[in-house]
């Protein structure tokens, strides 16, 4: 088995492109591999922002020879009168060899010429030679470039130099004029370039020229780093795990050092202190003992230390003018109020061809005061939190921080004096962002965030902007996903909002996309079986389907029940009887009791009198489980009736009736769930 | 206390300049229109087409009047300085050549932290295109570097870097102040005395008092300009002595009118994309001619004669 490493030396990659492109990278060597039928150690991928790196301790050197029995003409259409014929000939040659040594081989057809050709196994590194320009090229990265012409190589940045051993031994190939051979570069200012490198020496090598390649040595140099620099000073390290991988790939060799900023920039809101520092100066922040916000900061440097502290005081300074110009731009938006700002409102366009975001205001307050008709909020506060929501889109600390969007409009509301109901409202008007971030967390924020979302979601449909297969441009399904998890997750009061006459009955196509959504946040983030949530949202009607806390709580009732003797038969039969009605094409009828002939199908419309009365009462008191098991309690009339009774009774007035029968059974009894959704075994 | 031995703003520059020459530049002298960025000077938008190697490097004071604010920020300015280099083709060191005008112009990288975030660069308006970085040191963003893919609306023979250095910010940096007005430009002269009243009068023009109607009318007849010379080419005998650049000038007037009526809030957001298309238009049409007049690439339609 011979060792192999392949590295890819390149000027700075993005950092989130790398770990995609290193789990890219390995599954096509393997397969190239396997391909080729050469057995291996497991691989090892590496990678810094300059470099992909590719190891392996071993890949058997050569493919195993192979022979392979090669059948030509038929030996009476080879040979004629003892002779060879141009046939017989024309097989020697297409098998590069004489007629001496072609051999005969009988074959159920008859006697046939034949030629055993042995294929000798090529060696490893003619095949990567071949082999890896296409790989390297072929890694998939979302943004490429063409860096020495136009038609050549693309990537996804120049590549500048190239090793790839195979033991002692170079494997040769080239890329855009760049040879591979077995020297590296170190950092680029730690390092040396043009260093020669072995399998043993190569990693030792990058350290001892500034680069780290382990992406997990430098994550925990990040860490530790700058644990220990925060507790130097009695503070602690805000986790940031999306930071930390984007550092972890920006470096080579990474190095915490600590900064401090002026106290006095602590009076801005701690959402714009942490923003600058994590998005836009990629620092960490710091929190005292206390929790509150440390006016200090850790930045990672590439470089192994900052010997005169001009690291420090350079990062210091761009802090000081980034908060100067959040302060500048928090001062210069307070000489218009939220409420001053809804008229210019009209010259922020929400979409195209849905007009401005005036317009989208005045819609998102109206709705919101419909939809929440039935829960006693105060009309006016709905409206002005409704009309004030947007206004911070024309401020200049969200032009110049639109992550913050929302966030700047509920502190400017606070700051402004509008009631705390509004500014929270506001505030928390765009969460959740996805399904693990939270819903507002009061009812006047859950509507306001309804009423904005289902707005976006009618007036998009109306227009046509549908989601197709991946095209989402106005990511319309998170913004449903988004109304899912507020009405399943937020006040209980929402089961009762009247978003479904506004949304739902709208029309087909929002009303099928909105049912997916439910399915969906059903199937994957409460985790229920797919038959379960197929019963219950059958039978849910327009209005009901809003009420996704209710639809929960059946779900699990039906969870329950499905653990009891009775359930699996009845829901079997549940099945037999729509099958019946379907084929029969009834459409249901009155049950007329001295038309019940037969002992089974009295007892069972005595059950099932009894159970409905039951069934209304517990269902009207919340009491799913109960309902569900008194259901499942009708099997042995169930069964007793499918024994004994005949539906297609020659006598129609008594096929009618039981055909009304079985209807009303199924049409009463279905309401929580519809058990012939269930699979049964 | 300075991070490094002071440098003014002009002694920046000179040594910027001299490191390019020294590099194979040609020294060129700003554009003498108004231009949103050096990119779009003939220099570089024109001189990246085609398959020359062209290696320019200049000074372009860059007006952006939408980022005027009435020379009271002491980091955001109406017209800034971007120092533009142009190395067409991409040399294989040019990384290592940038880092080593970081040194030419006193900074010690031994002593610093220098970072290349990524930072992709297009231009509607001019149908092009890169990819890039932008280069951090100490955590502040003193230069763009961009690989052009596509300029013009053409795909570029050979690859040139573009490094766009931010003059200001880098000296302020350098010499340790907090605002661009308090940059040194020569001992005994600051930025605000040079800079400061064309700042604030240009931000009062943009924003409160140019007029709409007259800018509109201006743009009308550049862009009418423009469009009738990139429709006489293809009926015009001797291609080499058409004037193509003079056309390219009409594209550039235009651009800037579309920036100040744009700053002077004139332009509604339906009519934005309408706008930038039609500067588009002429914008790689001009390129078109550019590309037949000194490559002899592309088929011209002869346009037709109306009586």
Not at chain 1, 57 to 70: D, H, K
Not at chain 2, 12 to 40: H, S
Request: hydrophobic content about 40%.
């Amino acid at each position: 088995m011979l060792p192999f490493l392949l590295e890819i030396g390149t000027e700075e990659i993005p950092d989130w492109m790398i770990p995609g492109a290193l789990e890219h990278l390995e599954s096509r060597f393997r397969e190239l591999l396997e391909k080729n039928r050469l057995a291996h150690e497991p691989l090892q991928l590496d990678a810094t922002p300059r470099r992909l790196v590719l190891r392996c301790p071993g890949i058997q050197p050569a493919q195993e020879s192979a022979e392979a029995l090669v059948t030509g003409p038929p030996v009476t259409a080879a040979y004629k009168n003892g002779e060879p014929t141009p046939a017989a000939h024309a097989f020697a040659k297409k098998m590069g060899t004489d007629l001496a040594s072609l051999r005969r081989e009988q074959t159920p057809k008859g006697e046939y010429l034949a030629y055993l050709q042995r294929t000798e196994g090529r060696a490893t590194g003619e095949i990567l030679a071949e082999a890896l320009p296409e790989l390297v090229l072929g890694t998939y990265f979302p943004k490429a470039m063409m860096w020495a012409g136009k038609g050549t190589s693309r990537f996804i940045r120049p590549i500048r130099w190239l090793v790839a051993l195979l033991g002692d031994a170079v494997v040769p190939f080239a890329i855009e004029g760049v040879a591979s051979g077995n020297t590296t570069e170190g950092h680029r200012r730690l390092g040396k370039p043009g260093l020669v490198v072995t399998h043993a020496s190569y990693e030792q090598t990058l350290r001892d020229n500034g680069v780290l390649l382990s992406a997990a040595e430098r994550r925990a140099r990040i860490t530790e780093g700058a644990a220990a620099l925060a507790a130097a000073h009695g503070l602690s390290v805000a986790t940031d795990e999306r930071l930390l991988e984007t550092l972890v790939y920006i470096t080579e060799c990474p190095t915490p050092i600590l900064g401090a900023f002026a106290e006095e920039y602590l009076t801005l809101p701690e959402e714009v202190l942490v923003t600058v520092m994590r998005y836009h100066q990629k620092y960490f922040a710091l929190h005292r003992a206390d929790g509150s916000l440390a006016p200090n900061f850790i930045a990672v440097m590439n470089t192994s230390a900052d010997p005169d502290g001009l690291v420090r005081s350079g990062n210091e300074r761009v802090l000081r003018a980034r908060f100067n110009d959040a302060r500048f731009f928090w001062d210069v938006d307070q000489k218009r109020t939220l409420a001053d700002r809804v008229d210019s409102l009209a010259a922020v366009t929400f979409q195209a061809k849905l007009g401005n975001y005036l317009e989208k205001a005045q819609r998102v307050a109206k709705r919101a005061k419909f939809i929440a008709q039935p829960l006693g909020l105060d009309p006016g506060l709905i409206e002005r939190a409704a009309l004030l929501s947007k206004c911070d889109l024309t401020t200049e600390l969200v032009k110049e921080f639109t992550e913050l969007q929302g966030v700047v409009g509920g502190l400017y509301a606070e700051y402004q004096g509008e009631s705390i109901e509004v500014s929270q409202a506001i505030y928390y008007q765009y969460r959740p962002v996805s399904m693990e971030d939270e819903i507002p967390p009061t009812l006047l924020g859950q509507v306001i965030s309804l009423a904005d979302r289902s707005d976006t979601l009618a007036k998009c449909f109306e227009i046509g902007l549908i989601p197709k297969g991946s095209s989402d441009p106005f990511a319309l399904r998170r913004s449903a996903q988004g109304v899912v998890k507020i009405l399943a997750e937020g006040d209980a009061a929402l089961g009762g909002i009247r978003l479904g006459d506004m949304c739902f009955g709208w029309g087909s196509p929002l009303f099928d996309f909105f049912r997916e959504r439910i399915r969906h946040y059903l199937r994957e983030h409460r985790v229920f079986a797919y038959d379960e949530v197929s019963a219950v949202l059958n039978q849910a009607g327009n209005a009901e389907l809003v009420n996704i806390q209710e639809l929960i709580q059946r779900l699990s009732a039906l969870q329950d029940v499905r653990k009891s003797d009775d359930f699996e038969p009845i829901a079997a039969s549940f099945k037999r009887i729509k099958n019946i009605l379907r084929q029969a094409e009834f459409a249901g009828g009155v049950v007329s009791e001295p038309l019940l002939v037969e002992e089974a199908e009295r007892a069972l419309y005595g059950a099932f009198t009894k159970v409905r009365a039951d069934v209304h009462l517990q269902r009207a008191a919340g009491d799913y489980s109960g309902a569900l098991e008194a259901i499942a309690s009708l099997r042995p009339a169930v069964d007793g009736f499918f024994d004994q009774v005949l539906v297609n009774a020659s006598d129609e007035q008594v096929r009618r009736n039981r055909l009304s029968l079985l209807h009303e059974l199924m049409t009463e009894l279905s309401a929580i769930a519809d058990f012939s959704e269930i699979v049964t075994k | 206390m300075p991070p490094t031995p002071t440098i003014s703003y002009q002694d920046l520059i000179f040594r910027l300049k001299r490191f390019w020459a020294e590099n194979g530049c040609i020294i060129q002298e700003p554009y003498d229109l108004e231009v949103g960025a050096g990119t779009m000077c003939p220099e570089t938008f024109l001189r990246v087409l085609g398959p020359q190697p062209y290696n320019v490097a200049y000074v372009q004071p860059s007006r952006r009047p939408a980022d005027g604010r009435y020379g009271d920020n002491p980091n955001r300015l109406y017209k800034h300085m971007q120092f533009q280099v142009i190395l067409k083709p991409t040399p294989a060191n040019i990384i290592e050549l940038y880092l080593q005008s970081l040194e030419a112009i006193g900074i010690d990288l031994s002593k610093h932290d220098i970072k290349f975030e990524e930072d992709n660069w297009e231009s509607p308006t001019l149908g092009a295109w890169g990819i890039g970085w932008q280069v951090m040191l100490d955590g502040l963003e003193i230069t763009q570097f961009t690989y052009f893919q596509q300029c013009g609306g053409f795909d570029l023979d050979l690859i040139p870097a573009e490094l766009t250095y931010g003059l200001e910010r880098l000296t302020a940096f350098l010499q340790g102040v907090e605002s661009v007005y308090d940059i040194e430009w020569t001992p005994g002269f600051s930025y605000h005395t040079v800079r400061h009243a064309d700042e604030l009068q240009s931000s009062v023009f943009n924003f409160e008092m140019a007029d709409i109607d007259s800018l509109w009318k201006l743009f009308e007849i550049h862009e009418g300009e423009a469009q009738r010379l990139i429709d006489a080419y293809p009926g015009y005998a001797e291609k080499g002595r058409f004037p193509v650049l003079p056309a390219y000038e009409q594209v550039l007037k235009c651009s800037n009118l579309f920036n100040l009526l744009d700053a002077r809030g004139a332009i509604s957001v339906t009519e934005r994309v309408g706008v930038i298309g039609r500067v588009r238009k002429i914008a790689v049409g001009v390129a078109k001619l550019w590309m037949h007049q000194q490559h002899g690439v592309g088929e011209l339609a002869v346009a037709e004669v109306v009586a």
